[in-house]
């Protein structure tokens, strides 16, 4: 016959209930339930089995079986000595409590409550979750908050442990762990509590079995640490919480936290500080946002210091955070502030008995020297002076840790703070000249790539003869499309890196050149403000340490930035300065190609006659020192001013010449430009049908080069001709394709232009909501840099108001 106890948790399972709700609807206390399941209590009264089974609505024999229990007598045992009565004791409710401020991670929340919540049918198996991140990012209090929203599906008790798997302490060792636990429920009598870690751990799997109890085990520093302290049998649950992942936990739900959204971290700070207090100055709480990198531990002690300076400006704790040579001061000092908090993840793998731990320890110094947004395994290995091999391992293993993040194969990035605390590490570590050797590697690799793109884009550049050698190998560049990608991964790393170092000795001097190499880059993707910036650097401090050459090609090249925002004057002004460089330094072949940019600027200027005296002497100069590709663009330039001037047969001579000798020089970017090149000026001579023809070989050239900017550029021509003539839907067509390459390519400037030429495509088929609204997101596009064509899009919105 079943016992009492075991009656009981059957007809109590099969009801859907757990020992609390039980204990609500029979008027018992949930002590009580608890003591009779297990069989602590086997004779109540029988008031007692009237309450159960009128709870568990039992039927006439089910309530028969039930009260015969009650009154059985005890099964026999092989000594007739009763076994000692169990004393009552307190259920464990062990968890800390959670934090009143708790704020945000909903979507966190949800998916850890749907791992312990029942569902009404008994577990199937132990309900296991594990929140990992960085240090400070919430994981305690998330797992906490969590753990007190489920309590009441695990009424045999809840259980905390803190493994201290990265201080402060020492770790505890699972035997420790588990003495503790089985303390916990119950058995301190050391006398029967074993010492080895198996028989600790089936003692404890024993008395967690048949029970729903809940154990967080908080900070812990690996899977094996865990792996010990999980219960055998369903019922009772864990959540571990570690700054490392622990996906090779088995049978958990891995729940990564990453910082707080900057509204939930405004929210935070005002719950702390004052919502009013918060919300009259929101622009500076967005600054503590950022500045503490949404991290919840550096918002929640910055808005307990403003708490407790209630006069304080929010705007004066942002001037403070903002000098990073004290921001970690400012994040608490003590064990709990960000920086013991750091430092304890970089101490567990400095102090490790792994090669590989104590690797990325020392290199996490290194890789908070760059400016940037993230770091590439080349660029790390570059810092690190490792094979790229070796970095990955390193990268990866930081990213085990938290110290770095992984949002893309082969890309990672560092937090704000840790940032900050690995440049403090840096300059207590390392010396000043090994700071410079590690960014310079990087440098000379950033220089070496944008070389090797720029010989690839550009093959005939005379740019290249002032390339220096490449210190150490390249990574494997075979075409201009990979190398392309490559640098687009690193432009804003490479910005940041010079905006960095431009002031430094040392390091300065790689500027001028980096900036010169990265002309095939920007000039194929058309990144005109990054040219400017850049450039305008360089120069500067090429004239400072007399880089001659330099300065006159990157005064050039800072021409064609204000060329394409239609700031022609300004850009006439740098190609004036760049001749007189270029005659002063006896550079030929710089001479020749600025006279070919000054034809072209001046023609846009309207000064034809000026602009073809300087194409003449750039034909001349070129054929002078056989530099047959500024020959072909000094034809080039000649045949527009040709068919500006009217004159189409000198045109199409010049036009074919030029062709011609892009053909032979075996470059099909150079000529597939000039086919775009020729393109336009036949459309805009009227010549609609060799523009055509023109502009389509132009789009098939740059598609094999898989230069969809190019292409954007060329399809938006053609959609023009196809205007002209009246083909409304091919030149929908034309110009929606060349829309969606821009879009793809991030291209503002031609995304507008496009705009505005789908715009006057809808006008021309009488369509002018469509064509307001085109030219609507068009003036949104192009507002921010490119003010003429802005202009040109506002102009005909006013233009045809009245219309629409």
């Known amino acids: 016959m079943e016992t009492l106890a075991e009656l009981l948790r059957k007809y109590r399972v099969e009801a859907g209930l757990t020992q609390a709700g039980l204990a609500e609807k029979s008027g018992l206390s949930e002590q009580a339930i608890s003591l009779l399941e297990r069989g602590t209590r086997r004779r109540p009264r029988a008031e007692t089995i009237e309450a159960l089974a009128g709870a568990l609505e039992l039927d006439g024999k089910a309530v028969g079986e039930f009260l015969l229990a009650a009154k059985a007598p005890r099964r026999p045992v092989a000594e007739p000595v009763a076994a000692p009565v169990e004393q009552a004791r307190v259920l464990p409710r062990q968890l800390p409590p959670t934090l009143s401020d708790f ?268 400016d940037g947004a993230d770091l590439g395994a080349v660029t790390a290995a570059q810092l690190l002076d490792v094979s790229e091999d070796t970095a990955e391992r390193i990268l990866e293993r930081l990213v085990d840790l938290n110290l770095l993040s992984s949002a893309l194969p082969g890309r990672y990035r560092m937090h704000d703070l840790i940032r900050t605390f690995a440049r403090e590490r840096a300059g207590q570590t390392l010396s000043e000249g090994a700071r410079t050797d590690a960014l310079a590697r990087v440098l000379q690799y950033y220089l070496g790539v944008a070389w090797r793109s720029q010989q690839l884009t550009h093959p005939d550049s005379r740019r290249l003869g002032l390339a220096t050698p490449p210190a150490r190998a390249l990574p494997e560049l075979p075409d201009a499309p990979t190398a392309l990608t490559l640098l687009d991964h690193e432009r804003g790393n490479i910005l940041g890196l010079v905006a960095q170092v431009s002031g430094t000795p040392g390091l300065r001097e790689f500027v001028p050149e980096l900036a010169l190499a990265l002309f095939g880059y920007v000039e194929v993707r058309s990144r005109w403000i990054e040219m400017r910036t850049i450039d305008r650097t360089g120069r500067q401090i090429a004239i400072e340490l007399g880089y001659d050459r330099l300065a006159a090609w990157l005064e050039h090249d800072l021409a064609i930035p204000d060329a394409e925002r239609g700031d022609l004057v300004t850009s006439l002004a740098h190609l004036r300065a760049s001749l007189t460089l270029f005659r002063a330094t006896s550079d030929l072949a710089g001479q020749a190609r600025c006279c070919t940019s000054l034809s072209y600027v001046l023609e846009l200027l309207g000064e034809l006659d000026e602009a073809l005296v300087c194409a003449e002497e750039a034909l001349a100069l070129s054929q002078r020192i056989g530099d047959q590709s500024v020959v072909g663009i000094s034809y080039l330039a000649m045949g527009r001013l040709h068919s500006r001037r009217g004159e189409l047969e000198l045109a199409r001579e010049s036009f074919d010449l030029s062709l011609v000798l892009a053909e032979q020089s075996g470059n099909p970017r150079s000529l597939a430009k000039r086919q775009q090149i020729v393109g336009q000026a036949y459309l805009e001579a009227g010549s609609t049908a060799e523009a055509g023809l023109m502009l389509s070989r132009s789009i098939d050239g740059f598609g094999l080069l898989k230069d969809g900017v190019a292409q954007a550029e060329s399809l938006q021509q053609l959609a023009i001709t196809y205007l002209a003539v009246g083909d409304h839907s091919a030149a929908a067509e034309q110009a929606e394709a060349g829309l969606r390459l821009a879009r793809a390519y991030g291209n503002h400037q031609r995304e507008g232009l496009l705009l505005i030429v789908l715009g006057k495509i809808c006008a021309a088929t009488g369509d002018l909501a469509a064509a307001t609204s085109a030219w609507r997101q068009a003036s949104a596009v192009l507002q921010s840099g490119f003010p003429n064509d802005e202009a040109a899009a506002s102009q005909l919105l006013a233009e045809h108001q009245t219309e629409a």
């Open 103 to 370: 704020t945000g991670r909903a979507a966190e929340v949800g998916d850890l409550v749907e791992v312990f919540r029942p569902t009404g049918e008994p577990p199937e198996r132990v309900q296991l979750a594990a929140v990992t991140g960085m240090g400070g990012v919430g994981k305690t209090a998330l797992a906490v908050h969590v753990a007190h929203l489920v309590g009441d599906s695990f009424p045999d008790g809840q259980l905390y442990v803190d493994l201290r798997g990265y201080g402060p302490g020492t770790p505890l060792t699972p035997v420790e762990a588990l003495s503790q636990l089985i303390r916990s429920l119950g058995l301190d009598d050391d006398r029967t509590v074993p010492s080895g870690i198996n028989e600790l751990a089936g003692v404890y799997r024993s008395r967690l079995a048949g029970q729903r109890v809940l154990i967080l085990l908080d900070n812990a520093n690996s899977a094996a640490q865990v792996l010990p302290l999980l219960p055998g049998a369903p019922g009772s649950a864990v959540i571990a919480t570690s700054r490392r992942a622990l996906t090779t936990l088995p049978g958990f739900r891995q729940i990564a936290l990453t910082p707080l959204s900057e509204a939930d971290s405004v929210e935070l700070l005002a719950t702390i500080a004052g919502h009013d207090r918060v919300g009259s100055e929101s622009a500076a709480a967005r600054s503590i946002a950022k500045l503490t990198g949404r991290l919840p531990l550096a918002v929640r002690l910055i808005g307990a210091r403003l708490a407790a300076r209630p006069s304080w400006p929010i705007e004066h704790m942002v001037s403070q955070l903002r000098d990073e040579h004290r921001r970690l001061d400012e994040f608490g000092t003590g064990e709990s502030g960000v920086r013991a908090n750091i430092a304890g993840t970089a101490e567990f793998l400095a102090s490790s008995n792994q090669k590989l731990d104590r690797q990325a320890a020392d290199a996490l110094a290194l890789l908070g020297l760059p």
